[in-house]
């Protein structure tokens, strides 16, 4: 596991200030798509972010074409999702949780992977692909299912070596024409991921179990979120206005950073599995 000593001087440094900060408290943690990104997913504004925007909810609901190619996209990417892995910086969060440091994980990711890397206490602001609604009748159904139906219904579909793949799960289908849309095997109703589209709000239920996860802690660490999303500069006015030290891990800048305790700008999975290495022993 990477500890302080394998960074660069600078890093080495930042982390080193976060420990202190960080030592003895226990931790909420709000991630981004940055803490992904070594599993092969990209993140929205980073180094090599595809240069697309991603379905609205106005578009996915209203515009037959939009969501027919968005099913072809999604079951494509859901795919490639499916085959990725949780990387160091997933591990790390989770075992600071077993460590009994962190309080639980906030992410703003759909992947799925802090679920599968150990973490137990995951709040998922904008939803999993792992699930797929009934917009008519709510009726919930397993993407791995709906999967097999989709290949049913279009054997043509297959999916590439190779994928631009979204944060989002998101793929741009170099064609969806003929692509029969699966539908709710209930009611006939639309089915839609059940992820928080752009133009979506994020449940209120949800953001008060993210909400009451800082509240429940003594520090907020964010690793790989700009903070673009009002939700999440929502979570940090939250512990701010409680005092809390609050650390960000970000390549780049964010809308956080004057409001940080510490700052590191560096990768996500060297400083986390650094921090996991180091915060046991600062208890």
Same mark, same amino acid.
């Given at each position: 596991m990477t500890t302080v000593l394998d960074l660069d001087a600078q890093t080495a440094a930042s982390v080193q200030r976060a420990i202190d900060a960080l030592a003895g408290r226990r931790i909420a943690v709000l991630t981004g798509a940055g803490v992904s990104t070594d599993s092969g997913i990209p993140d929205y504004r980073g180094k090599g972010a595809p240069t697309r925007s991603p379905m609205t909810a106005q578009q996915f609901l209203t515009i037959e074409s939009a969501r027919r190619r968005y099913w072809v996209g999604s079951h494509l990417g859901w795919r490639a999702f499916a085959a990725s892995h949780p990387n160091g910086g997933h591990e790390a969060l989770a075992a600071l949780e077993h460590a009994g440091i962190a309080t639980g994980v906030i992410t703003q990711n759909v992947d799925g992977l802090h679920l599968r890397a150990g973490s137990s206490r995951v709040v998922e602001l904008h939803g999993t692909m792992r699930r797929v609604l009934c917009t008519h009748c709510g009726q919930v159904f397993d993407r791995r299912d709906l999967a097999v139906r989709v290949e049913r219904d279009n054997p043509w579909i297959t999916v590439p070596d190779a994928v631009e793949l979204g944060p989002d799960g998101d793929v741009l289908p170099s064609s969806s024409d003929g692509f029969v849309v699966p539908d709710c095997s209930v009611c006939g109703g639309m089915l839609k991921p059940d992820v928080v589209f752009f133009g979506e709000y994020i449940p209120p239920t949800k953001?008060?179990?993210?909400?009451? $996860?800082?509240?429940?802690?003594?520090? $907020? $660490?964010?690793a790989g979120s700009s903070l673009v999303v009002n939700s999440g500069i929502r979570l940090l006015d939250r512990a701010r206005r409680r005092k809390l030290p609050i650390v960000i891990v970000n390549r780049g800048e964010t809308r956080g950073d004057p409001r940080a305790t510490v700052k590191i700008e560096a990768g996500t999975t060297e400083v986390l599995a650094a921090l996991a290495q180091a915060l046991p022993a600062a208890r």
């Open positions: 953001f008060q179990e993210a909400e009451q $996860l800082v509240a429940a802690s003594d520090a $907020l $660490l964010i």
